[in-house]
């Protein structure tokens, strides 16, 4: 996950900075300006998962999806896996150079996919055995047992050069994607230009700068007409300044309260922080937030009806299970709860074995929709006697506290693996997946089944099992690992000069999935 920079750049510095307002003028333009979120704290490494919630911009990878989601050559020319299912044979198109004017060849790719199995970042390349260059045009990809959401990476990891790549990559990354980076002012801006060496559909655009400033700045520099694309939160998303439009994007980006499912022994992680709550390792107060929070409610209130109901990580998906969705059923909630002794305190508020049901709810203090969500769910679990404290906090903050106590956390990947990582037992405790260290056997058995399926549509069964087999699964009908409540619409504010063209269903929104189709932006303003 990334951290969210609150930029407090004023108006006046952009206009120093950029020079004129971008909306002043309606005729074609070659730069334009964009205020789409955060900067990743790792920097624009793929091999540290810069990337895997949308296109690298910087770099190319192996295939990539269209506007439909439908598979596409980037990097290869050709793909299949062996029957075994272990081995990926890879042709690769031999014209691709890096923005130095190196060529691209089968050995950068294997130097990727060995090396970022050893990097230390977000990407799980495990079951990776050998990537290795056959000849300038042919790689091969072992693997060390069938796994076939391996595949993701195919779409996700940007390769990067082999001769040059190093400890400030980073920071300065070559790379044969669409863009090169000119400069990167860190809290600020990156200003980024076409690359003359992309071999796909060049960009009308010659030069792109992109603002790190918080939802407020952002949002008064768009009425100023100092930026041409902005996103903005759904309480801010009806509103669009004179000479934009609003564009609403389908996404499977979620917001869904995580569980410690372990009770509190005084035990802690290697790097100190603690593990374990006394109340929410009770199954039963899991299950009953699960039905005592009305997501309808929160959608419109929160995001204002821009969003739909959350049931799992991956609503909507071919992988997700509708059955394992709730209806909102406060009263049995309660008959849980008052069945498991938890009793109604003079205060409204549970309790049981002297311990309150109550914790903090902890989100990201920069973020005001997670905040706009937490305050809501918070409100309707007090109809039920749970005690859910909003706390905003900074993501250091998070991350010493997320073993301990709830927390709103925001997921959604065009991949399975995402779901494996969210509840596999082996996972938990890494980074920010599976952060309540949910364990279940059955569920692991299934995600093992998933893994070695002949194809991912064969694999669409098991995970849909995980989620909730008719008897138990990580769903709230189940062990409740989480409490998933919205999925957020992405929204924009566009200049009315740009046509975007078609878009995906994006992702999380780190890593700007807006920009997957870039190069398919015009200007349409003579």
Not at 212 to 236: I, N
Not at 271 to 297: H, K, M, Y
Not at 393 to 410: C, Q, T, Y
Request: glycine fraction near 10%; charged fraction near 20%.
């Amino acid at each position: 996950m990334t951290m969210p920079i609150s930029g407090t750049l004023s108006l006046i510095a952009f206009s120093l900075s950029l020079g004129v307002s971008t909306t002043a003028l309606a005729a074609p333009k070659s730069e334009i300006v964009l205020a789409i979120g955060g900067e990743p704290d790792e920097g624009y490494d793929p091999l540290l998962g810069w990337g895997r919630y949308g296109h690298p911009l910087f770099q190319s990878t192996l295939l990539t999806r269209d506007a439909q989601m439908r598979t596409q050559p980037e990097l290869a020319k050709t793909w299949y896996l062996s029957e075994d299912r272990l081995t990926w044979t890879i042709e690769l198109r031999p014209d691709a150079k890096f923005s130095d004017g190196s060529p691209l060849t089968a050995r950068d790719v294997a130097f990727t996919f060995n090396h970022a199995k050893t990097a230390g970042g977000e990407l799980d390349l495990g079951v990776l055995e050998l990537a290795k260059a056959i000849d300038d045009t042919t790689v091969k990809i072992t693997l060390s047992q069938p796994w076939i959401t391996f595949s993701d990476f195919l779409f996700t990891l940007g390769i990067v050069p082999a001769d040059s790549y190093g400890p400030e990559y980073a920071r300065n990354p070559v790379g044969s994607g669409p863009y090169e980076m000119v400069s990167w002012t860190e809290g600020e801006q990156l200003i980024v230009k076409k690359n003359p060496y992309y071999f796909g559909k060049q960009s009308p655009f010659e030069r792109i700068t992109f603002l790190f400033t918080g939802e407020d700045t952002s949002l008064a520099a768009a009425h100023a007409g100092q930026v041409d694309v902005v996103s903005v939160p759904a309480t801010a998303a009806d509103a669009p300044p004179a000479g934009f439009k609003q564009i609403a994007v389908d996404s499977v980006d979620n917001r869904g309260m995580s569980f410690p499912m372990l009770p509190d022994e005084g035990k802690t992680t290697p790097t100190g922080n603690p593990i374990g709550n006394d109340v929410t390792s009770d199954l039963v107060i899991r299950q009953a937030i699960n039905l005592g929070v009305d997501r309808e409610q929160i959608v419109e209130v929160a995001l204002l009806g821009h969003g739909t109901p959350a049931y799992g990580p991956a609503d909507g998906l071919p992988w997700s299970n509708p059955e394992a969705a709730l209806s909102f059923d406060p009263q049995a909630a309660q008959a849980l709860l008052d069945g498991a002794g938890w009793a109604v305190g003079s205060d409204g508020i549970r309790s049981k074995d002297g311990i309150r049901a109550s914790f903090p709810l902890i989100f990201p203090a920069s973020d005001s929709t997670r905040q706009a969500i937490v305050v809501t769910t918070a409100e309707q679990l007090k109809a039920i006697g749970i005690e859910a404290v909003p706390q905003g906090k900074s993501w250091d903050d998070i991350e010493r506290l997320m073993h301990a106590n709830p927390v709103l956390f925001g997921w959604g990947s065009h991949s399975p693996q995402e779901v494996y990582s969210l509840y596999q037992s082996s996972v938990g405790g890494q980074g920010y997946y599976n952060p309540g260290f949910f364990s279940d056997p059955k569920v692991d058995a299934h995600f093992v089944s998933a893994q070695a399926a002949e194809s991912l549509e064969a694999s669409y069964p098991h995970w849909q099992a995980a989620e909730w087999d008719g008897q138990t699964g990580y769903s709230g009908k189940g062990l409740a690992g989480w409490a998933w409540l919205v999925n957020l619409d992405h929204i924009y504010y566009v200049n009315e000069c740009i046509d975007l063209g078609p878009t995906q269903i994006e992702p999380h929104g780190h890593g700007w999935p807006i920009t997957s189709l870039i190069q398919n932006w015009t200007w349409t303003c003579d």
